[in-house]
Each structure stands twice: as structure tokens, then as C-alpha cells.
DNA sequence: AATTTCATGTAACCAGTTACATGATTCA
DNA sequence: TGAATCATGTAACTGGTTACATGAAATT
């Protein structure tokens, strides 16, 4: 009871509307026009998540002003929106969500701009590294393990887990550093 | 009518069964213990989808010989389920196919031993590959032209984006040299 | 005037998840 | 005898997909 359960996609549309109001049509179309990260464009996922979102109070509609007389209902996040928001990218990272959730979590970290610190961002990098050096090394030990009695598709298959693994940290790495250096201070 | 939509998990599980019968509780070990490409370890996946591959002739209950008298029912790929498979694994691959099934790609590929001849193996990868790389093309077009309105974490998780695909494109044409090189010949 | 794009919905379906439930076999 | 593992199921739920449907505004 009360543990309302939000979907990743609802985090996503979350994360939009928490920079600026969009209608459902713009939500659906950024979500397209993204190359990765895909979510379907099918309105049939984007507004029945919209109204979810609307009755557990994480967005509210909003007036447009007088920017277009089309787009008849924009929405924003609401301060519990925000806070879901928030919480929901500072959820502690553990190796599970490496193997079952690396695209939730590349996500946190995509939206997590203007929502989270540098610092908590920073710190979500060394997690996210971190984790992903762990299983690196239990997927080499079981690469070691198992390789033998493999077919060779299914090793090659294995390896190719542990490259894309491997380009992600190495990835994570080079974003740490990166924003280490800009922005010194503040 | 009759064009019986088959799913990913339900391909996983007859490319296990192409190899050998399994019950379904080894079945689902199998998946479980496979560090890479998730499915549930509930049986709640596994035992529906055994039934509906049955109902569609896929697979057939076999008797496992003396081997235990645990395991009640041991399933076995029938030559339709073959068919099937191999259907499923020639399909030719689109742009779409990268960015929207890679996992499925991923997963025909290291199933494939047995069922593929060395050439078709050998011409999956040589798609993949190629594929990998026009999509990588279009997602540097997209960082140049997009990158300097986004936000910083967003182009990094777009920059991650591109190197995980890279990841796999340097795979693939390992792959495919590694074996190019073993079996020389027959 | 016709077509395209904007804009929002909804109804049917389905696979996969969660959770519950059962019983046999092996092992301590 | 009791616990752990093997082994198979099913009922309820739910989010996302597909497909259908509508209409207004902008463009041609």
C-alpha cells in the first residue's frame, strides 16, 4: 500500500518534464527522435503513462501561455515529481542493476543534469564503474570456467558481453574524468 | 491466420533444445546461470512458453531414458522447431534489427553453432557488422549536429552510446577473423 | 480543397513477472 | 525425520505494443 510503483518509462517522461513543460506529443517525439535509448512511439505507452503519473500527483498540467494555440495540455513536474525524481537517481547502485538494469541506470545518469549535484553525479560514475569492473572480473572467471565445454558461438557471444561491459567502464572512466575537470569550481 | 508469432525467450529455449533435450527445470537453469542475456528464473515464463511451443508443434515430449527418475518431462526440438529456428536465425537483418533487437541479434548468434553452416555464420557477422557500422555513422552525424544543445550528461550518454556500438563492431570483425582462420577448410 | 502534421485518446492483447502452491526425491 | 533441492504448475497483474479512431490546425 502507498509504495507507488513508477516505470522506467514514467522516469524518463519524469526527467523531461522536469526541465521544462512538454505536451504528450512532444514527449512522444523526443523519445523517438533519440536514437538510443528506445521507448516505442506508439501513443498508446505515452499517455496512458502520462495519466499515471498525473493521478499519483508527479506531474501537473499546465497552461502554455501564449506560445501556440495548439498543444491543448502541457505538463510539468510537480515538487513530488521532482523529489521521486531525485530519489529514484540516487538509488544506491548495486551489481544487480549492472546486469539486469544497465539501461535504467544509463538513463539516471542521462537526465540526472540539472536534478543531482556534480558530486552525487560524479558519484554515480565511480558506482557505475565500480560495478561494472566487479562483474567484468566474474564474467572473466567464468569465461575461464566455461569456455572449454562452450560452442564457439556462445564463447564469442560471452566475449562480446565482456568488450561491451568493458567499453562502458572504460567509458565511465573517461566521463569522471571529464567532468572532474570542467567546471573547477562552483 | 497461421503465421504463429514466436518470442525471443521462446527461441532461446528451442535453441537449447536444438542441441539436446532438456526438462524444463534445466531449461531454466540454463538461462539462470548464463551470465549474459536475462530472462526470469520464475517458472512462470518457462512453463507457459514450454506449453505454447508444444501447442505449435515446435517441440516434442521425449522420454529420457534410465538417465534420473527425476525429471518428468524432457522436450526435445521437433524438425518444424528446426525449421523454425532456423528460419529465425537467416532472417536477413535491418538498421532496425541494431537498434531495436540487438539483444535478439546477440542471441541468434550464439545459438547458432549447430544449426548454421559456417558461411551463413560467418555472413551474420559480416551484417552485424556492417549494419553496426552505418548506425554508428548516423549517430556521430546526430552528436555533431545535436551535441551542442543537450546537456553534458546527456552527450555523454549518447558518446556511450556510440562506444558501445563500436564495442561491437570491433567484436564482430574479431569474430568473424577468428573464424575465417579455425577450420581452414570442410 | 486536400493533405500533412499536430494532438490525444482507447480497446484488445499478450508475454513476462510475482507470488503462491504442491509434491517428489535426495541428502544430512 | 527434517531440510534442501528438484520439478512443475497456475492465478493475478501490469505495462507496453498494436491497431484503430478522431479531430483540429497548418500547409500546399
Redesign the pocket.
Known amino acids: 500500500m502507498g509504495a507507488t ?6 522516469f524518463a517522461l519524469l526527467g523531461l518534464l522536469a526541465r521544462r513543460p ?8 523526443q523519445l523517438v527522435e533519440t536514437p538510443l535509448k ?15 503519473m498525473r493521478r499519483k500527483g508527479l506531474i501537473t498540467p499546465t497552461r502554455g501561455g501564449a506560445a ?8 510539468r513536474a510537480s515538487p513530488a515529481g521532482r523529489k521521486a525524481l531525485r530519489a529514484w537517481m540516487t538509488q544506491p547502485m548495486t551489481r544487480v542493476d549492472i546486469v539486469w538494469s544497465l539501461n535504467e541506470m544509463k538513463l539516471r545518469f542521462a537526465l540526472s543534469e540539472g536534478i543531482l549535484s556534480r558530486g552525487e553525479i560524479l558519484h554515480f560514475l565511480k558506482e557505475f564503474e565500480g560495478n561494472l569492473h566487479e562483474h567484468i572480473g566474474d564474467l572473466i572467471v567464468y569465461h575461464k570456467l566455461t569456455a572449454p565445454g562452450m560452442s564457439v558461438t556462445g564463447r564469442l557471444a560471452l566475449e562480446n558481453g565482456i568488450d561491451e561491459f568493458r567499453a562502458n567502464a572504460r567509458w565511465a572512466g573517461r566521463a569522471r574524468r571529464r567532468l572532474e575537470l570542467e567546471k573547477p569550481d562552483r
Open positions: 510503483w513508477t516505470s522506467v518509462l514514467e512538454h505536451s504528450g506529443y512532444e514527449l512522444r517525439r528506445h521507448f516505442s512511439d506508439s501513443p498508446g505507452s505515452i499517455y496512458p503513462a502520462l495519466r499515471r501556440s494555440r495548439r498543444c491543448k495540455t502541457l505538463f
